[in-house]
């Protein structure tokens, strides 16, 4: 048969996503690749009081077909966290989305046409440059420091791409780097984005893992005419088996994005989604979220120690407030993909960095997890990689530097 | 703010499906408009030991990030269901999708580029022209007659249209007409597509929903050269709330569906697939589908009966074998659509056949839903309907015809 694929699909293969998300099958491995929350955290026991509740309650409705923007308590219980964290929305400015990795192509589909260019982080999430590119846009790229993206070399962008279609930004504990922007820098963005007419793709799954330091309040709270596009997720906070996230925006975006969402899937499970309403009334998520963040904190800790203790000190690496992700650095002549491969020798695996670029890759950065390992195996893990860095770093001086006797 | 939307989204609005989805809520509508289930039919207890089991046995899995292409136990019981009707397939030849939606959504996705043809059954599936709209596809129409589309006017589109990108195809009890291809046409249609190189879309929601005649082997059956990508899904024979439908064709095909999904929504909902999974490890799915079948068996006969008593004579439709919809031709003088408005005044709700012609709409045309209203309702709604009807059609009568006295 002749080739009938569309352009988009013929470069398309297995990701390194797909790796991560079946690392987990392998017990002896100690992976800190994936960004999987601690599973041990899930909330079995009060998730079969909701489900039995949920089928004995409105069994026929949560199985049936429903409405494609979403089950209104879940859109009214989002709307009260939305509000809690400085974002006034109506109902009608929110829609349920089947994980907010639908979020981010349904955004694809709703502003991207061919060789549109984003402006985005460098580095910044894996999975949204895959999903921008199924609409063949192009990336601008702008660098980081420890207050996230640089708001300099973002004006020079804006300048040199006046007809971009958006700012891409994930600005609580981002992934890859565990970065944040600063308030100051989420004011100034707000001001170029208006002072160029750019929307903002505000990507928050993140936000509610804080677990040092002061809260920054989202972007979104300086949006005054409605060109912030907020993304967020139960997948952090609650599961994200059941695929559950959700769109804020100005309603003349929210409305083509159920059209979009329509033809995309017609609806998200109507039983998770009841689910997790159910689960909210019945219980404090808020509580819930809190026990997360003391684990968290505690493994992102220990994970920390260990870089300080086993590894060689010329790696470096971003200390974050919360999220999932840790971010190191390695010395420039050290390829991290050729360190992860020895990794997996020694049963430990990490993402190298330049997978996260979308353009210019920086080759000697790696992606750490710590949401999903215990203390004990973090500790063992970290001990493996750091022998390896040493041995690593051994050779290349020995290969490297002349011999003196 | 300027306009900064995709092409695509430009001409976005909400669809007729909206209504149709939400239509149910209003309790004294009597809708034969969605293309809803019995919801009360949905095995409501039997998903309460399902899930109870799920959440016990295999709960923190089945809310964690799991696998793209679906999670495994549902695929083997999956390829034994489609192994019963012919259709042998390895595992890797099996995709879960959110709904077949998705499916249809990810093969416009994989297959379609700009301006491409998609040749079609006139009428099709109203959301499956919108999902393919979103990839600028153009539709040929081949007209069908009671054994589905008709062969020598495919051959003709096929002729006209040598580089169309595939055959579109609802071949039971199609949605909307409740045709069904011949067994005959499917074996010509296979030919065809091979002789003009061709893939087949073989969607085939309603198939193990027979309630009478003898059962057609699907197209699927008669692929030598895995040309053939058939789609199915849980909505009709279980619960489409959970939003679970597959794709099994060829390797080549799933490999590249799978690294599309991962960028559409990562996955499926794993804890609804573990649910469906397991409720068919404790339950004998095909006695469930029985009970379906006796039941829509009856709706169908009582729809039926209703027309051939309350309508004008000079109404005709077609008699469906199986699936959820009946298809009437008014006389062609009568706008279908002026029909469905006065027929919300008196509380009944249907859908202007039009809709679901991608190209040239017959407006004399409508199609009802029998599967989610009990007998006395369809009595009662299609009393209602015929009374318009006969009111309609002596008015144009009186109007159009000249007097005689």
């Known amino acids: 048969m002749h080739n009938k694929f569309a352009k988009r699909a013929c470069s398309i293969k297995s990701s390194d996503m797909r790796i991560i998300l079946t690392a987990g099958e392998r017990p002896e491995l100690i992976s800190f690749a994936g960004g999987l929350p601690a599973p041990e955290l899930f909330p079995i026991e009060a998730l079969k009081t909701a489900s039995e509740a949920v089928l004995t309650e409105e069994g026929a409705a949560s199985l049936q077909y429903?409405?494609?923007?979403?089950?209104?308590?879940?859109?009214?219980a989002i709307a009260g966290r939305m509000e809690a964290i400085g974002i006034p929305a109506t109902l009608d400015q929110l829609m349920i989305t089947s994980g907010s990795q639908q979020a981010i192509d349904l955004t694809g589909r709703l502003l991207l046409d061919e060789g549109d260019t984003i402006i985005?982080?460098?580095?910044?999430?894996?999975?949204?440059i895959n999903a921008f590119k199924?609409?063949?846009a192009n990336f601008v790229e702008v660098e980081m420091d420890e207050d996230g993206m640089i708001m300099e070399i973002l004006e020079k962008r804006l300048m040199e791409n006046p007809h971009a279609k958006f700012i891409y930004t994930i600005p609580d504990f981002q992934n890859?780097?565990?970065?944040?922007?600063?308030?100051?820098?989420?004011?100034r963005m707000i001001k170029l984005a208006k002072q160029y007419d750019m929307i903002i793709l505000e990507d928050n799954p993140y936000g509610a893992i804080r677990f040092s330091g002061?809260?920054?309040p989202p972007i979104k709270q300086f949006d005054t005419d409605g060109r912030v596009i907020y993304l967020s997720t139960f997948s952090k906070i609650f599961a994200p088996g059941l695929r559950l996230g959700w769109i804020c925006a100005d309603t003349v975006f929210i409305e083509k994005y159920i059209g979009l969402k329509e033809s995309a899937d017609m609806h998200s499970d109507g039983f998770a989604q009841r689910l997790t309403a159910k689960y909210m009334e019945q219980n404090d998520i808020d509580a819930h979220i809190e026990t997360i963040k003391e684990v968290y904190k505690e493994r992102c800790a220990v994970m920390i120690d260990c870089i300080e203790q086993f590894f060689p000190k010329s790696v470096s690496f971003v200390k974050p407030e919360g999220g999932l992700f840790l971010w190191v650095e390695l010395p420039e002549s050290m390829d991290a993909r050729k360190i992860s491969l020895k990794l997996l020798e020694s049963n430990v695996a990490v993402i190298p960095g330049?997978?996260?670029?979308?353009?210019?890759?920086q080759t000697n950065t790696l992606r750490l997890n710590f949401s999903n390992t215990p203390e004990e195996r973090i500790k063992e893990g970290m001990k493996r990689m750091g022998e390896v860095l040493q041995r690593e770093l051994n050779e290349d001086a020995s290969t490297t530097e002349p011999m003196t006797l």
């Open 66 to 76: 429903s409405a494609t923007e979403g089950y209104l308590p879940l859109r009214q």
């Open 214 to 216: 002061t809260p920054i």
């Open 120 to 128: 985005c982080e460098s580095p910044t999430y894996l999975a949204a």
């Open 134 to 136: 199924t609409y063949d």
């Open 176 to 187: 890859p780097s565990g970065r944040t922007l600063s308030l100051e820098r989420r004011k």
């Open 354 to 361: 330049a997978a996260f670029f979308a353009g210019n890759a």
